[in-house]
C-alpha cells in the first residue's frame, strides 16, 4: 500500500471495509465513470474505467480521488469541444438534396434561356447583336455584384489577363456562331449538331495536344457521327447557315477547353467566368457594329419597337442575357459540387430535355428519320460521356495511390 503512496490512516479506513464491499464499491465506480472517462479525445477513447474495475488491491482514499479528478476534466475537454463545433447547416445536412436543386436549376434556367431567345429572332433577326446583348447583360450583372462584394473581385494583372484572353476569344466565337445557328434553324437540331462537340474535343486531344485517345472513346463516338448525319438528311428546318455555324461553335468551345486547361489560376469560377464575359463582350461588339450595324441603324431597331414596342423589346433582351449568364454559372457551379461522371450525364440529358421542350414548344415538326438520328446521337453522346469521365476518374485514382 505504500507504494500506492497512501497515508496510514487511509490503509486503515480502506482494511475496515470487507473485501466483498471493496470490490462491489469498485465496480459501481467503474460503472458510473465511464461514460464520462470513454469520450472521444483526437480519436481515441480513455481506459480508465476498466483499469480500476479490474484492480484487485483495494481502494484508497488519494487513489479514488486522483479517477474522480480525471474524469470531470476529460468530460470538460470534451464538452468544450463540442461545444466549438459549428452547427450544420441545410446544405451540409442536405447535400444530395442541394445538389438536385442545382441540376434542376441548371435545366431550368438552360431550357428559359433557349425558348426565349428563339422567341426574339422572330420579330429581332438580328444574332450578332442578340449576342452582344447577352454579354452586356452578364457583365452588368457582374459588375452590380462586385460594387456590392457578391463575390468580392478577385484581383487582375498582365499575366492572368494573357492567359484568359485566348479563353475569352474562343468562348465569344462559339456563343456567336452558337447564337447565328439557333437563328437559322430550329433550336431541337441546332442541339444536335452540337451534340458533336466530343468528337472535335477528342480530335483536339489526339492530333493537336499529342494526347492518346483511347480507341473505345472513339468507337463510341460513332453512333454520335452517324446519328447527326441521319438526322440533318432528313430535317425540315436545315440550312448550311445554320449548319456550319453549329459546327464552327463546336471548334471554338473545343479550343476554349484547350485553352482554360493551359490558363493556370487559382480564381475562383464565379470571377473567372465575369472576366471571360468582359473580354468576349469587346470581342463581339466590332463583328455586330460592322455585319450588323447599317440595318440596325436603318430599319432593324424601328420594326422590332413597332412590333412589340420599346419597353418589351428592352426588357426582353435583359431577361434573356440575365439568364444566358445564370444558366452558365449554375454550370459551373454544378461542376464544382460533383464528380466528373455525374456532370457529364447532367450535361446529356440536359440537351435531351432542351430538345424536348423546344420540339414542344415551337410545335417543330420532325420526320421520323430525324427523330431517330436525334437518339443515337444523343445516346452515343452519353456513351462516351460515361466512358470518358470513368476514365478519367481511374486516371485520378492511380495518381492519388
Not at 29 to 46: D, F, I, K, M, W
Not at 147 to 171: D, E, I, W
Not at 358 to 379: E, H, L, Y
Request: charged share 10%; with cysteine.
Amino acid at each position: 500500500m505504500a507504494a500506492l503512496g497512501t497515508t496510514p490512516g487511509a490503509a486503515a479506513a480502506a482494511a475496515s471495509v470487507p473485501q466483498r464491499q471493496r470490490r462491489r464499491g469498485a465496480s459501481s465506480l467503474a460503472v458510473a465513470y465511464a461514460p464520462e472517462g470513454a469520450r472521444l479525445v483526437s480519436g481515441r477513447q480513455l481506459r480508465a474505467a476498466p483499469v480500476l474495475a479490474s484492480s484487485s488491491v483495494a481502494l484508497s482514499g488519494p487513489v479514488r480521488l486522483r479517477f474522480l479528478c480525471v474524469a470531470p476534466a476529460a468530460a470538460a475537454s470534451a464538452s468544450a469541444s463540442a461545444g466549438e463545433a459549428k452547427p450544420q447547416g441545410f446544405a451540409e445536412r442536405y447535400p444530395t438534396l442541394v445538389t438536385g436543386f442545382f441540376f434542376f436549376l441548371w435545366y431550368f434556367l438552360n431550357v428559359i434561356f433557349n425558348i426565349l431567345n428563339k422567341k426574339i429572332f422572330d420579330y429581332f433577326p438580328y444574332p450578332y447583336f442578340v449576342s452582344v446583348s447577352h454579354l452586356f447583360v452578364g457583365v452588368l450583372y457582374c459588375l452590380i455584384g462586385w460594387s456590392f462584394g457578391f463575390p468580392k473581385r478577385a484581383p487582375m494583372n498582365s499575366t492572368v489577363l494573357k492567359q484568359l484572353v485566348p479563353v475569352a476569344v474562343c468562348h465569344a466565337i462559339g456563343h456567336v456562331t452558337s447564337t447565328v445557328s439557333f437563328a437559322a434553324v430550329a433550336v431541337s437540331f441546332a442541339h444536335t449538331i452540337k451534340a458533336l462537340e466530343p468528337f472535335f474535343s477528342a480530335s483536339a486531344s489526339q492530333f493537336i495536344l499529342g494526347q492518346p485517345v483511347p480507341l473505345t472513346l472513339w468507337l463510341s463516338l460513332v453512333p454520335v457521327v452517324v446519328g447527326v448525319s441521319v438526322a440533318s438528311l432528313t430535317e425540315l428546318s436545315f440550312n448550311w447557315t445554320g449548319f456550319i455555324n453549329a459546327m464552327i461553335s463546336n471548334i471554338s468551345f473545343t479550343y476554349r477547353s484547350i485553352y482554360s486547361k493551359k490558363a493556370m489560376t487559382d480564381m475562383d469560377s464565379t470571377n473567372l467566368y465575369a472576366y471571360i464575359s468582359i473580354i468576349a463582350l469587346f470581342v463581339c461588339i466590332p463583328p455586330a457594329i460592322i455585319i450588323e450595324g447599317p440595318q440596325l441603324m436603318q430599319h432593324g431597331f424601328k420594326d422590332a419597337i413597332a412590333k412589340v414596342g420599346l419597353t418589351k423589346l428592352i426588357s426582353n433582351f435583359f431577361v434573356v442575357g440575365l439568364f444566358y449568364h445564370l444558366y452558365n454559372q449554375v454550370a459551373t457551379n454544378t461542376l464544382e459540387r460533383v464528380a466528373p461522371l455525374s456532370h457529364a450525364i447532367g450535361n446529356v440529358l440536359k440537351r435531351v430535355f432542351v430538345i424536348g421542350f423546344s420540339i414542344i414548344v415551337f410545335g417543330n415538326k420532325i420526320t421520323t428519320q430525324t427523330g431517330i438520328g436525334t437518339s443515337i446521337a444523343i445516346a452515343g453522346v452519353a456513351l462516351y460521356s460515361f466512358m470518358k469521365a470513368k476514365i478519367e476518374e481511374e486516371k485520378r485514382q492511380i495518381k492519388s495511390a
